[in-house]
DNA sequence: ATAAACTTTATATCTAAGTATAGAGTCAAG
DNA sequence: CTTGACTCTATACTTAGATATAAAGTTTAT
């Protein structure tokens, strides 16, 4: 039983839009293994671990350009677990920056909220007043 | 002393662009007080406080729609400080599940980076193999 | 054999928050 | 009075990651 994964095959089974995988290939990042004479995608099991690299990198939060980068870099005969390890810490450090941001909105917000609540309904609102201030 | 506050005065002194202040007027955010017979806009400077309110607010992650319904709700002659709370406290919770989420890709991160830093600069490489694997 | 389901390419559209450009008019200084 | 800086409108373009549509061809099931 000769494997016929088309593309809506894959798409399926990775859990993601045909339009999508076609979209991976334009960028580069997926390959069809073969195409028929009549101009159908055919496509490996490796593809579908390939397929399943690209959304599971996506969920980490790397772009599709970084994952073009890291799936260049394994494709080489010598893998370049080095620089693939520098990726992955740069990626780490930008969702650590993007994670100290968020908090200090967090606090932002609490402080808003926390004014408002010791103030009761009344009038002006503060969290308007307060975000109408000048930011230092 | 008149003021006469044109679109470049205003942008200037909020560090914002000449049209992204035009684009904050489509998307009725911040109408000029008064146009003079030549058609330039002409701002006050309650607008110029108006506009911080938006920048701030942007600050804080409220989208340009979310500022719309903001600035909406504190022109009434009855300024509704429930609902702008309540608003606020959407806000804080959707910036405090992002922060989850990033805190989640965090931990992912750090493993995959010990599992690779263990095994030293080996192949095949533990990042590539583990962004591989069928996630559950 | 035919209908349903699938695939092909190419092109357009979407979101968000703007930026860029063109062609024309206006204002202030020297 | 001219030069340069500014403004006007309208339209197109940008990024990122897709999704939608059209018009045509292919494969599979009945």
Redesign the interface.
């Known amino acids: 039983m000769k494997e016929n994964l088309t593309i809506g095959a894959i798409a399926r089974t990775s859990g993601v839009g045909v339009q999508a995988v076609r979209y991976y290939e334009r960028r580069g990042l997926l390959l069809p293994d073969e195409r028929k004479e009549s101009g159908y995608r055919i496509y490996s099991r490796e593809a579908v ?2 397929l ?2 690209i ?3 996506q ?3 790397f772009s599709l350009e970084e994952i073009g980068r ?1 799936l260049r ?2 494709v080489g005969h010598k ?4 620089r ?2 520098k990726q ?2 740069k ?2 450090e930008i ?2 920056e ?2 100290g941001a ?2 200090a ?2 606090k ?3 402080r ?2 926390r004014t ?2 010791a103030r009761g ?5 503060p ?2 007043e307060g ?5 230092r």
Chains 1, 2 share one sequence.
């Open positions: 671990r390939r399943r690299f959304k599971n990198a969920g980490l939060g890291l870099l394994s893998r370049q677990c080095a693939v390890r992955a810490q990626r780490l969702v650590r993007k994670i968020l908090q909105i967090e932002a917000l609490q808003l909220i408002c609540a309904t009344t009038w002006p609102c969290i308007l975000l109408g201030e000048q930011s």
